[in-house]
């Protein structure tokens, strides 16, 4: 039997600001064991390649998850948020089970589970979590709370597992445990990156290299637009994509689409087309198999230095995402191209898309005149503001204390 989970109210209201360690020590009543945080991530290029073995490029941002933990033996894991209204969140580990609800502490305690799956002997915590991850905004904030609950348990008991281990933990957490069908870009990204980089995976062995991307240097910014508009992958949308990508590899032949050479893509279109699959399908296999090639190309454009070609596959992406995946949104659309329209290199949707943020590539002196074109197109069409922020490669999930 699942237990439910319970809330409790913190004896003198519920703590407020944003100091992990003195919210633990004011919600529990001792200093934490530590505090470590792990970051969202915004992605380059490279989309819904990850879940079929394809190339991604993401880099950290330097918005993070951030958790003051401390180990405990009796079986009582309890968990709150600042960034959630209600208490503490408590549960017993042994009584964790898949897609029973907890909301946000889905994604914590999915951790839990999936590290006692996976035979590691987690006994318990105590977490106070904080994040400056903007949620339903295609960033993974998700990934940013699983990846710093795993590094923290990884840490407190001792389980000596590598940041790739980490990243694999959160995903069997957000798949089997919340019942999120997600790649494992997000986790890698938040694990696995290097400040002052962007990071080229492979997802299918989870071999990496770490990209130089001093952006500055070159006297470029990427800029991430936050349309605002909140998406929920959870709905069927994703999980819908993901089938017909599945489909399509199925009716080829082959185990993934990451098996499908760019060169064949167009006789593989046809061959889907003579076998009678659906219109869809064959939308999605253009999309997957475009984008792995175009992580190839701006790879091979950051190697030689020359990194504003990149701004025409950034356009091309979008397209892809808006044309063939449908994934895209009026607010992500018109992010586009107000920020192309008012000069801006290259742009494009990332992340699960329905909503959440755009990335523009443009020329640093031209960001503030981008950005308020942005602004002010979202204003003439009767949107909420968007946020608009630089994009700074940043550090994966370390310890802080």
């Not at 959160?170 to 019942?179: I, K, P, Y």
């Not at 006297?219 to 999980?239: I, P």
């Not at 290259?346 to 590539?361: I, K, N, P, W, Y």
Request: glycine share 10%; net charge negative; proline share 5%.
């Amino acid at each position: 039997m699942t237990a439910e989970p319970t809330t409790t109210a913190p004896a003198e209201g519920e703590p407020a600001g944003t100091d992990p360690a003195a919210t633990f020590t004011e919600l529990y009543g001792s200093e934490p064991d530590g505090v470590w945080a792990a970051p969202g991530r915004v992605n380059l290029i490279g989309e819904y390649t990850d879940f079929n073995d394809g190339f991604v490029m993401p880099l950290a941002l330097p918005h993070t998850a951030r958790a003051a933990v401390s180990r405990r033996d009796d079986g009582v894991l309890r968990l709150y948020s600042t960034d959630v209204p209600g208490g503490v969140v408590s549960l017993r580990v042994d009584e964790l089970a898949p897609h029973s609800g907890h909301g946000w502490a889905a994604y914590p305690a999915g951790v839990v589970w999936a590290l006692r799956r996976a035979g590691h002997p987690v006994t318990g915590a105590d977490i106070a979590l904080t994040s400056t991850v903007p949620t339903g905004a295609g960033l993974s904030s998700s990934a940013a709370l699983e990846t710093v609950t795993a590094l923290a348990l990884n840490d407190l008991f001792d389980l000596g597992l590598s940041a790739a281990d980490l990243a694999v933990t959160g995903r069997r957490a957000e798949n089997d445990f919340v019942g999120v069908p997600c790649g494992i870009m997000d986790q890698m990204a938040s694990a696995c990156c290097t400040e002052g980089h962007a990071l080229h995976l492979d997802t299918r062995d989870l071999s990496l290299r770490q990209v130089p991307f001093d952006l500055a240097a070159q006297g470029l910014t990427l800029l991430v637009v936050d349309t605002r508009v909140k998406h929920a992958l959870g709905d069927g949308a994703y999980a819908e994509r993901r089938a017909g990508c599945e489909e399509g590899a199925r009716l080829l032949g082959i185990p993934t689409l990451r098996d499908l050479p760019y060169e064949d893509l167009a006789a593989a279109l046809t061959t889907l087309a003579d076998a009678g699959a659906d219109e869809s399908v064959i939308r999605y296999v253009r999309h997957v198999v475009g984008d792995n090639h175009r992580v190839e190309q701006v790879i091979a454009l950051l190697d030689a230095g020359d990194v504003r070609a990149a701004g025409p596959v950034l356009n091309e992406g979008h397209v892809s995402l808006r044309d063939d995946l449908r994934v895209s949104c009026p607010e992500l659309d018109l992010a586009v191209e107000a920020a192309n329209t008012a000069g801006a290199l290259g742009a494009r949707m990332t992340g699960g898309g329905f909503g959440g943020s755009a990335v523009v590539l443009v020329e640093e002196a031209q960001a503030g005149t981008v950005a308020k074109a942005v602004e002010e197109a979202f204003a003439a069409a009767g949107h909420a503001a968007p946020g608009v922020f630089d994009a700074v490669p940043s550090a994966g999930a370390h310890r802080l204390s």
